[in-house]
C-alpha cells in the first residue's frame, strides 16, 4: 500500500470512529458524569502529548524551529476562525417555553420526553451538532493525512489513534437527540456516521489542492499544522466539556492518563 492509500485509510477510519460513539449511546439511558469527565480528560491528554511529543518535534527536526511554530499558529487560527463561524455547541440547548421562560435540554436528554415540541428541539440539536462537527472534521481530516504520509506509518497510526478517541464522544453527542427525538437507533447512527465521513473528505479537499505541492518541507510543516488544530480542539473544547460536569479530579485523572497511555504506546511500538 502506498503511503497515500494508506493515509487515507488512516483518515477514513479516525473519521468513521464517530460510528463508535453512537453505538456506544445505544446503550447510555442515564449516563454516570464521572465517567464523561474521566473519557473526555483522556481524549484531550492524548491529543495534547501526541501534539507536543511527535507532531511539532518532528516538524522542529524536518523544517526548523521557525517554520514549525508557523505551522502550528497558522493551525491554530485556522480552526479558531472556523470555531468562531460555525460553532458547534452541544452541551446544552435553550428552548422556549409556553409561559416565556427558558428550559435547558443538555447533551444526554433522557428526561425530556414531553411531546412533540420537545422532540423537535432535540432532533434540531442533534442535526446542528452533525453539522457542525461534520464541518470542524474537514481540518480534522487533512491532519491524520498529512501524519499518514509521512512514510513513517507507526506515527501516522498513533495520530489516527488520537483523533479517533477524540471523535468517539463526538458520535455520542449527535447520536443521542437524534435517538431521543425519533426513536430511531438506524437515524441516529446515519446522522452520526456522516458527521465522520467528513474526515476523509477534508484529506480528499485536501490532497487536491495541495498535490502538486507535495515536498518533505511541505508535508512536516503541516504535521506543525495538525498540531496547532489538535491542541485548539483539547484545550477550547473537550476540557471545558469535561469540566461542565463538575468532576475536576477525573478530568485531570483523564487526561495524565491518556498521556501516559500514549507515551507507553509510543515506547513499545518503536
Request: proline share 4%; glycine share 10%; no cysteine.
Amino acid at each position: 500500500m502506498s503511503d497515500v492509500s494508506f493515509a487515507f485509510v488512516l483518515t477514513l477510519v479516525a473519521g468513521l470512529s464517530t460510528g463508535i460513539g453512537s453505538a456506544i449511546a445505544y446503550f447510555i439511558r442515564k449516563p454516570d458524569t464521572k465517567y464523561m469527565s474521566l473519557i473526555l480528560g483522556f481524549s484531550a491528554g492524548v491529543m495534547l502529548y501526541i501534539s507536543f511529543a511527535e507532531l511539532l518535534h518532528q516538524s522542529f527536526e524536518k523544517v526548523g524551529f521557525l517554520n514549525a511554530n508557523l505551522g502550528f499558529f497558522a493551525g491554530i487560527a485556522f480552526i479558531a476562525v472556523i470555531d468562531i463561524l460555525i460553532p458547534h455547541e452541544y452541551k446544552q440547548e435553550r428552548i422556549d417555553e409556553p409561559d416565556g421562560g427558558v428550559a435547558e435540554i443538555d447533551e444526554y436528554p433522557h428526561r425530556y420526553r414531553h411531546g412533540q415540541k420537545d422532540r423537535h428541539h432535540l432532533m434540531r440539536a442533534g442535526m446542528l451538532t452533525a453539522i457542525g462537527i461534520a464541518i470542524h472534521n474537514l481540518p480534522e481530516g487533512l491532519a491524520v493525512f498529512s501524519s499518514g504520509i509521512t512514510g513513517d506509518r507507526t506515527f501516522g497510526f498513533l495520530v489516527a489513534i488520537a483523533i479517533a478517541l477524540h471523535n468517539i464522544p463526538e458520535g455520542v453527542s449527535v447520536s443521542m437527540p437524534i435517538w431521543e427525538a425519533t426513536g430511531s437507533r438506524g437515524k441516529a447512527f446515519l446522522y452520526s456516521f456522516g458527521a465522520g465521513l467528513a474526515e476523509p473528505i477534508g484529506a480528499i479537499i485536501g490532497y487536491a489542492i495541495l498535490f502538486n505541492f507535495l515536498t518533505p518541507t511541505l508535508i512536516y510543516s503541516l504535521l506543525a499544522f495538525a498540531a496547532g488544530i489538535m491542541v485548539y480542539i483539547s484545550l477550547d473544547e473537550l476540557l471545558p466539556t469535561a469540566h461542565l460536569y463538575g468532576k475536576e479530579h477525573q478530568v485531570i485523572i483523564g487526561v495524565i492518563g491518556g498521556m501516559v497511555v500514549m507515551a507507553l504506546s509510543i515506547i513499545l511500538i518503536r
